[in-house]
């Protein structure tokens, strides 16, 4: 399931398209920022509205509010765009394994 739509084709590698839409930002030191992206540069600095950082524990997590976040581009590793899709996607193969596992059970491969 590809997630990028033909429209995001042609600005795949400019941030525009993202404006004003939710991301994850994951940062140089392990840090995971989720906001509303309201501006950027050519530098990938970035401006996050609503800012929170993520904390995971296992299978916990907890949001830090942060408010409006300032990113300097040298430390943005990855920029994630469309998590409900992507997590939708996620969902979907792990359930699609689950019912492989059940449609094999008959093999009794041990």
Do not use: H, W
């Not at 609503?50 to 990113?71: E, F, H, K, N």
């Amino acid at each position: 399931m590809p997630y990028l739509g033909p429209e995001d084709i042609y600005l795949s590698t400019s941030l525009a398209s993202y404006l004003d839409k939710k991301l994850l930002v994951l940062l140089r030191d392990g840090r995971k920022l989720m906001g509303t992206l309201r501006s950027f540069d050519q530098f990938a600095n970035a401006v996050l509205e609503g800012a929170c950082d993520r904390v995971i524990v296992g299978d916990l997590y907890c949001d830090i509010p942060l408010g409006l976040y300032v990113i300097r581009g040298e430390n943005v590793v990855l920029i994630a765009a469309e998590i409900r899709r992507a997590q939708k996607a996620e969902r979907e193969a792990r359930d699609l394994k689950g019912t492989m596992r059940k449609r094999m059970e008959f093999l009794d491969l041990d």
